[in-house]
């Protein structure tokens, strides 16, 4: 069995060619043994989701407000920790632990990248986008921008990032519980599809909301208890911990610096605009404003997420460091090759089984399909907001629609989305799917980030230049990472690639932004006019109450 797509879907931003994923890019697989234990607790985690469905299902999901935002009645910590759940992927988990294994230091770039991103969305867009909108972020620009093309547009783009970032958890999980279930790759990602489907359909917001908490909870306690029991083995000493994986690493003291993934500025400053602003351009995470009750809760939710995601990066450098020195030289984890069984990215389920035996391998095996659920299913949400909110109810009726007609939109539009999801998944099996998350982030930071960023800061901002530079963002990150060496010579074959550089953002971002200012800047129409003359009011309601 061959798993390079795990090794793609765990570098969030393309990075294929780096020596943390040099074996599993090339190199065969071989089948972990199956693990009762670890199937008995997966089976545990759906089982305990399922009921948790069905509670929020007896709790009414009638109302939009219900489904969409779980009738706005979270507290900040709680939507702090299902943001964290949101945010913090399988992918997350295994990627970075193998970045860091492979690479050392330079794999923290990417976790530093996730975390600059949440202080722009507190300073910048939580309060106003809590106070303008309802249920999703395009009620924020449609607030003084023509309401049709703005949400036309923001429900495309959703729908883009939504489909795109689902392929990629989809043939995570189903190579995932492949290798540590013994399932076939097609029964598991049709499993996945079906319980995100269960869980968006039924239970709307509110199941979805915790199941991304339990999922949090579990992840951050198995990283917390993996880095305790490395740093015992090294007398709870980091200086020590570090000194065995430089002992032992090929790279030896290299991997304490700098320059070992991106070594060019270009591609790190646009590595790091495609983080910072991607991040606060993700839908799936932005639409969980609405499911507090103020703006206050709001910033709140952004401090309890920013905190708990930065304990379980930090953690994840010693996760890494510790693979070095426990893992790497025991014979029982390597092949006939002295390749890491299963590739890098099986090395934190390799480094559990180290540190724990079979018990703790079940428990992090099953918490890491738990996460992938989780995250799929805040993915669905999203674009089952995006189509029945956005595009049906307010772009293509006009808002004439009632409530229980939009809602049941919206479901039909999860069905949809979940049996595309299986589709995709299994037909991008044998692909090399590694740009499909790069453009997730250029997609947000090129096409959202901008209209969003303005909305709340530029009187200037007409609906003529939200949709142009909306668009060119789209278009330029499509066609651009398309040309992208990744995609172009990897991927495709096809030769030297047009466009040197694997991420779009140091382009594409500016290029949004300059085309919406200049459109912008030249509409002189009237609804032009109007959207100028509608943003000292917008200012004042979202800095001092907010509108239902």
């Known amino acids: 069995m061959n798993l390079r797509k795990l090794c793609v879907i765990g570098l969030p931003i393309t ?14 697989v071989t089948r972990q043994d199956i693990n009762p234990l670890a199937i008995a607790m997966f089976l545990l985690f759906v ?37 964290a759940g949101d945010y913090t992927s399988a992918a997350t988990f295994l990627g970075v632990t193998a970045l860091v294994y492979g690479a050392g230091y330079d794999g923290m770039i990417y976790a530093i990248g996730f975390l600059v991103g949440f202080p722009m969305i507190l300073f910048l867009i939580a309060e106003p986008l809590r106070n303008l909108g309802r249920y999703t972020f395009a009620d924020l620009a449609a607030y003084r921008l023509s309401e049709t093309p703005i949400r036309t547009v923001a429900g495309i783009n959703t729908l883009v990032i939504v489909l795109f970032y689902l392929i990629a958890q989809m043939v995570g999980a189903g190579k995932l519980i492949e290798l540590l279930f013994g399932l076939p790759y097609w029964i598991a990602v049709v ?28 992840l951050l306690s198995g990283t917390v208890l993996m880095s305790f029991l490395i740093l015992s083995h090294f007398g709870y000493s980091l200086n020590a911990l570090f000194s065995a994986a430089v002992a032992i690493h090929p790279k030896g003291v290299a991997i304490m610096a700098p320059g070992g993934l991106v070594k060019d500025p270009v591609s790190a400053l646009s590595l790091g605009l495609a983080l910072i602003f991607g991040t606060a351009g993700l839908p799936h995470i932005l639409m969980r404003f609405f499911t507090v009750s103020d703006a206050k809760q709001a910033r709140v939710s952004v401090l309890v997420a920013t905190c708990f995601i930065t304990i379980f990066y930090t953690l994840l450098f010693v996760l890494g460091f510790g693979a070095i020195a426990l893992v790497s030289a025991d014979a029982h984890y390597l092949d006939a090759a002295g390749k890491i069984v299963g590739g890098t990215n099986m090395i934190a389920i390799h480094l559990a089984d180290k540190l724990g035996g079979s018990v703790l391998l079940g428990f992090i095996s099953a918490v890491a399909f738990a996460t992938i659920l989780a995250v799929v299913s805040g993915l669905t949400m999203a674009g089952a907001s995006a189509a029945g909110h956005d595009l049906y109810a307010r772009a293509l009726r006009k808002g004439k629609l009632s409530e229980n007609s939009e809602i049941w939109v919206s479901k039909v539009s999860a069905v949809a989305i979940s049996l595309v999801a299986i589709v995709l998944g299994i037909l991008f099996e044998g692909q090399n799917i590694a740009f499909m998350v790069g453009l997730v982030f250029a997609i947000a930071a090129s096409a959202n980030f901008p209209v969003i960023f303005l909305s709340v800061t530029w009187r200037g901002l007409t609906t003529r230049g939200a949709v142009s530079g909306s668009l060119v963002g789209l278009l330029s990150a499509l066609t651009m990472v398309t040309f992208s060496p990744g995609v172009w010579t990897t991927a495709l074959g096809l030769g030297p690639a047009p466009f040197p550089y694997e991420n779009p953002a140091l382009f594409s971002v500016p290029l949004a932004f300059l085309v919406t200012f200049i459109v912008s800047v030249l509409d002189r129409s009237q609804s032009g006019s109007n959207a100028r003359a509608a943003f000292s009011s917008q200012y004042v309601t979202a800095h001092t109450g907010f509108k239902e």
């Open 47 to 83: 089982l305990g989701s399922l009921c948790v469905t069905v509670w929020a299902a007896r709790r009414g999901t009638r109302t939009a407000r219900d489904y969409y935002a779980a009738g706005g009645g979270l507290s900040g910590v709680q939507n702090g920790l299902a943001i």
């Open 191 to 218: 499993l996945v599809g079906l319980l995100m489907m269960l869980y968006v359909t039924f239970g709307g917001m509110l199941a979805t909301t915790w199941v991304q908490i339990t999922k949090a909870v579990l």
């Open 15 to 28: 990075a294929i060619a780096s020596d943390a994923c040099a074996d599993a890019l090339t190199g065969d």
